[in-house]
């Protein structure tokens, strides 16, 4: 840990833009660091207003940060997981019969990148594509007058179009919602 010294010259080198932007986020910094920071900055003979108004300064990444969070799947991606996932799991399960080891699905695979409505999108996608599936299955099974098959297609098809336009009319803005407040309160929000 740097000693209160190191900290002081440290901190007379940085620009006074970054001291404030350092105040406005006091909780990832020590103490000292916040003390040392201060002391550089009445130095400076920077009003305790302007000390005290440092929250309203905008960080550089949190706008490319932001939007990298709410980019959206493309309706391919959209339409690669409500049908693929059921057949690529269990192709997945097949192969690694014997095997316990962990299916990396198309949600945790999108987290380290930063696609947060991404993964909440493909999580929603496959969910919503095995249900309509089984559903599909379930409709072939208790048709007694035969195209069971078309049945099949058409209802899974239709459930699609269905979690596509409940996507786009209310479970994109949720979440868009949702990942704005918690950016805004400075949460990183993997909990939406």
Not at 13 to 39: N, V
Not at 118 to 146: C, E, M, P, R
Not at 152 to 172: C, E, H, K, P, Q
Request: glycine share 8%; aromatic share 16%.
């Amino acid at each position: 840990m740097p000693t209160e010294e190191e900290l002081e010259k440290t901190y007379s080198q940085m620009a006074t833009d970054d001291l404030l932007y350092m105040m406005a986020r006091k909780g990832d910094y020590t103490g000292e660091a916040i003390d040392a920071a201060t002391r550089e900055l009445q130095r400076r003979k920077v009003s305790p207003t302007e000390i005290k108004s440092a929250h309203a300064i905008e960080d550089p990444y949190k706008k490319l940060w932001m939007e990298n969070c709410l980019y959206d799947l493309t309706i391919w991606q959209k339409a690669a997981y409500y049908f693929l996932s059921l057949p690529v799991w269990i192709g997945y399960r097949i192969i690694r019969l014997n095997s316990f080891g962990y299916y990396r699905s198309g949600w945790a695979s999108y987290k380290p990148q930063g696609f947060i409505l991404k993964s909440q999108q493909s999580a929603y996608y496959q969910i919503t594509g095995i249900a309509f599936f089984v559903l599909s299955i379930i409709l072939y099974h208790a048709t007694t007058i035969g195209g069971g098959a078309i049945i099949f297609f058409s209802t899974w098809i239709l459930g699609f179009g269905l979690s596509f336009v409940f996507d786009l009319a209310y479970n994109r803005q949720r979440l868009s919602g949702k990942l704005r407040d918690a950016i805004d309160a400075g949460e990183l929000p993997w909990g939406v």
